[in-house]
C-alpha cells in the first residue's frame, strides 16, 4: 500500500479554503483508494498553537512544524496563501527554506507562493499565484518566472496554483496523476465539482485583468463593452458614446485602466468567446458571431495567439458537461483514514 503523507502548513492569517479545499480533495481520494494506497493529513504550525485564519476561523494544528517532520519529509508540502504572507514570520521561511526541498511535492496554493519565493524555492521555476499578486511576485522575486494566466503551474516536483478555488483544481491534477482520472472523477462528484479545469485554464476575466476606469462614464463604458461584445466596439464608436473625441477618449482610458482600449475590446470577446466555448452547445460561428469576430478565422487567429490551439480543439479540452454528474453514480468507499484536521469555531 502506498501511502503519500501531506503536511499542511499553518499560520495566522491563513485563507481558511486554501487549506480545507485541498485537504478535502485528498481526504476524499484517501477513502476511495482504501488499501491502494492513502494520503495521511497533518496540519502544522511553528509553535503548534492553534492559528486564526484571515477570516477569523480558528483552527487547531495536529502537531509543530518541527515534530512534522521529525520522522522524515512529507510526500506533500502543501503551504496555503493568506494575508499572513504579506510579512511572513521569519521562522517560518527559515523552516521551508531548510525543509521544503526534502518534500517529494512542494505546493502552494494563491499567495503561498509569496512563502515559497521568500525562501527561495521559486528561483529558476516557473509558478503563478493569485492574479492580484502576480506583479508583486515578478517585481520583488525576478529570479521567479511568473505566468499570469493559468489556475495552475506544474513545474517538475513544484507545482503552484492561483487564488483560493484553483487549489482545488490543482489537488484533483494531483490526484488525478496518483489514482487515475477515474478516482479524480469520483473525488470531484463528491464534492460536487467539476473534475477539473486543466491548469492551462485562463484565472481571471478580462474585466479583472484591467483597472476599473476611476470616472462613472468610462466604468459604465467598461460593463456595456463586457456586455455587448458583438457590437461596434471601434475607437470612435466608443469615444462617440464616451461623449469624447477619439484621441480624448484613447488617452482617458489607457490612462485610467493601464491599457488601451483597442486591448481591453480583444480581452472582452476572448473572453466572451472561451466561456461560451466552454459552457454552451453553441457551433464555432455561432460563438465567433456572439463574440464579435465576425467570422470563425478571426476568432481563430485570436485563439492560436492567446492561447496556442484554435477554437475546436479549446472546446474538445475544455469543454464541460452541463450538469455535475450525480454523487450516487460513484459512491466513495469508506476506508480507514488518518483523522482529518480539527477546525474550531471562532471563539465568541
Known amino acids: 500500500m502506498t501511502q ?3 503536511l499542511v502548513v499553518l499560520f495566522d492569517d491563513v485563507q481558511s479554503l486554501d487549506v480545507t479545499g485541498p485537504v478535502e480533495v485528498f481526504a476524499g481520494a484517501g477513502r476511495l483508494a482504501g488499501r491502494r494506497g492513502g494520503y495521511p493529513i497533518r496540519t502544522a504550525s511553528l509553535d503548534g498553537g492553534p492559528v486564526r485564519s484571515s477570516s477569523g476561523l480558528r483552527l487547531l494544528p495536529d502537531t509543530t512544524l518541527a515534530e512534522a517532520v521529525a520522522d522524515g519529509p512529507p510526500h506533500t508540502l502543501l503551504v496555503p496563501g493568506g494575508e499572513g504572507t504579506r510579512a511572513p514570520v521569519p521562522a517560518l521561511v527559515d ?3 531548510a525543509h521544503a526541498p526534502a518534500a517529494q511535492r512542494l505546493v502552494s496554493v494563491c ?3 509569496l512563502l515559497l519565493a521568500e525562501a527561495g524555492l521559486l528561483d529558476g521555476h516557473r509558478a ?3 492574479w492580484i499578486a502576480c506583479d508583486h511576485l515578478a517585481r520583488c522575486y525576478p529570479e521567479v518566472d511568473v505566468d499570469p494566466d493559468p489556475i495552475f503551474v506544474r513545474d517538475g516536483r513544484l507545482s503552484t496554483s492561483a487564488g483560493v478555488t484553483a487549489g482545488i483544481d490543482l489537488a484533483l491534477a494531483l490526484v488525478e496523476e496518483d489514482l487515475g482520472r477515474d478516482a479524480a472523477l469520483t473525488v470531484a462528484r463528491h464534492l460536487v465539482v ?6 492551462n485554464q485562463a484565472q481571471f476575466s478580462a474585466q479583472l485583468a484591467a483597472q476599473t476606469a476611476r470616472r462613472a462614464p468610462l466604468r459604465d463604458l467598461q460593463h456595456w463593452i463586457a456586455e455587448h461584445p458583438d457590437a461596434d466596439l471601434s475607437v470612435e464608436a466608443l469615444a462617440a458614446r464616451a461623449r469624447l473625441s477619439p484621441r480624448h ?3 482617458a482610458f489607457h490612462a485610467e485602466t493601464g491599457t488601451t482600449p483597442g486591448r481591453f475590446v480583444d480581452r472582452v470577446r476572448l473572453e466572451h468567446a472561451r466561456r461560451l466555448l466552454e459552457e454552451s452547445v453553441q457551433g464555432v460561428q455561432e460563438v465567433a458571431r456572439a463574440s464579435g469576430y465576425g467570422t470563425p478565422e478571426a476568432m481563430r487567429r485570436a485563439f492560436v495567439k ?3 490551439t484554435a477554437p475546436a480543439d479549446y472546446r474538445r479540452r475544455f469543454h464541460a458537461p452541463l450538469t455535475p454528474a450525480p454523487v ?3 459512491p466513495l468507499t469508506p476506508a480507514p483514514l488518518t483523522p482529518a484536521p480539527v477546525i474550531q469555531a471562532p471563539v465568541v
Do not use: I, K, M
Open 128 to 130: 503563478t499565484t493569485h
Open 249 to 251: 477618449f484613447a488617452r
Open 95 to 97: 523552516w521551508l527554506r
Open 111 to 113: 499567495t503561498g507562493a
Open 306 to 308: 492567446a492561447f496556442g
Open 328 to 330: 450516487s453514480q460513484a
Open 4 to 6: 503519500r503523507p501531506v
Open 194 to 199: 467539476f473534475l477539473r479545469r486543466p491548469g
